[in-house]
């Protein structure tokens, strides 16, 4: 289905390749194409996903400097890539990656108070992160990235309840 999707997006991208809407199809499609990958345990084409991912949210971002969401969808496709480069044993890669996307979140957040979805996903950038700093025997950091990840995860809870006027606690 997702190829489908893809070359049918491809095809349409071609007719107008700087329409901002069909650009932003294909990378939505591309990082799907990547988290399906990644569980099946195909990390190349996990990889190659991501990457194209990648270079089309770049795009968008170029295009649309203001829009945040552009810009978040770019660091978790980011993200997504540094997980498979770290997976890869990839570590300066997957370093790399995972601090350019913080890096992008902690400027969302900078602009104005972030919204559950930011937390949520600097939440998970920061346990991905310590999950890097384990593999290199760096515990210390790793323990403080983690306590920084369960401060995320509250901030969004205590977002998403202010949002919603409710919370289901797991």
């Not at 971002?61 to 770019?74: G, H, I, K, N, T």
């Not at 600097?122 to 323990?143: T, V």
């Amino acid at each position: 289905a997702f190829q489908k999707a893809e070359h049918l997006q491809r095809v349409l991208l071609n007719e107008r390749p700087d329409d901002i809407d069909r650009i932003r199809a294909l990378a939505d499609t591309m990082n799907a194409i990547g988290r399906v990958q990644h569980r099946r345990n195909r990390t190349d084409e996990a990889y190659a996903a991501f990457d194209e991912a990648v270079v089309l949210r770049r795009q968008l971002v170029d295009a649309a400097p203001d829009d945040r969401e552009f810009s978040r969808m770019l660091a978790n496709s980011l993200m997504n890539l540094g997980t498979i480069e770290l997976s890869l044993g990839r570590i300066e890669e997957a370093r790399e990656s995972f601090e350019q996307a913080q890096a992008m979140r902690h400027e969302l957040s900078r602009q104005r108070e972030p919204e559950a979805k930011l937390q949520r996903d600097l939440a998970a950038g920061h346990f991905n992160l310590g999950r890097l700093l384990y593999r290199l025997g760096d515990h210390a950091e790793q323990l403080a990235e983690h306590e920084v990840t369960r401060q995320q995860y509250d901030a969004a809870r205590r977002e998403f309840e202010s949002a919603t006027g409710w919370f289901e606690t797991l």
